[in-house]
């Protein structure tokens, strides 16, 4: 049974994946090893076999996005917004009662 | 002795047949730069994340939170900024290479590109080395 050099570091990033869920700073530690693992293995692989298509680097964009919307979400939990104080109902003003025809048809 | 010529001929064909091409050795290069770069994106962001989500949890009220926001913000700027020029600047290449066009200018612009990102890589992520690029003196 051959087992490729990709296939060893993808165990172990695995492994160093599932350390990181640990508290700090071994979990900071597994997290930091476990990218250095995942990026030799992406490499280990990527020089096997021909490239037809080259892979393109991700936008950060709307990633960072989506931690401004947790951000924003956390905050509006940490701090609810209070109602404010019920003030007398603002209502338009009501047409003036209907009158009378003043000009009945004869 | 013909034998021999032929037979070294025949290898010397063969040995240039399994050479690599320039381009696919360029091409290999470039996915894995791509490749170790988008694995370390969501460390990135992660981290990036946590630290905000740390100034939350200090905060005392709402405007409180979003200074403390604004300094994090501050602080991945130039982070973002570089990334994208990263980006910008490999997808450039990649397509010279696929194109199989002059890359010899676009992989410098990358080696910028890409010494610019680790000028400003944050302390607390230790720094993958992509494809032996070896930048000058940083900062």
């Not at chain 1, 640990?22 to 997290?31: C, D, H, M």
């Not at chain 2, 050795?25 to 791509?34: G, K």
């Not at chain 2, 989500?53 to 939170?65: C, F, M, P, V, Y």
Request: charged fraction near 20%; hydrophobic fraction near 45%.
């Amino acid at each position: 049974m051959s087992v490729s050099i990709g296939e060893v570091l993808d165990s172990l990033a695995q492994v160093a994946t599932a350390a990181s869920a640990l508290p700090a700073p071994i979990g900071l530690v597994a997290r930091i090893i476990g990218a250095a693992l995942s990026a030799a293995s992406a490499i280990a692989k990527a020089g096997q076999d021909p490239v037809v298509e080259i892979e393109r680097i991700l936008s950060a964009d709307p990633l960072v996005q989506k931690v401004h919307a947790e951000w924003a979400d956390l905050i509006a939990k940490k701090f609810p917004k209070t109602d404010p104080a019920p003030s007398a109902p603002q209502t338009l003003p009501s047409p003036p009662p209907a009158r009378d025809d003043p000009y009945p048809d004869d | 002795m013909r034998f021999v010529k032929y037979a070294f001929l025949f290898f010397f064909l063969f040995f240039l047949a399994g050479c690599p091409d320039p381009y696919q050795i360029q091409a290999q290069t470039a996915n894995s730069i791509s490749l170790a770069a988008n694995t370390s994106l969501p460390i990135l962001i992660e981290e990036f994340k946590q630290q905000g989500t740390h100034e939350i949890n200090l905060s005392k009220n709402e405007n409180d939170a979003v200074n403390r926001l604004v300094v994090i913000e501050k602080k991945w700027q130039p982070v973002w900024k570089a990334w994208e020029t990263l980006r910008v600047a490999h997808n450039a290449w990649a397509s010279i290479i696929e194109g199989k066009g002059d890359t010899i200018a676009s992989f410098l612009a990358l080696k910028d590109a890409f010494c610019g990102l680790m000028n400003v890589w944050p302390a607390e992520i230790r720094a993958i080395p992509m494809s032996g690029i070896v930048c000058g003196v940083s900062k």
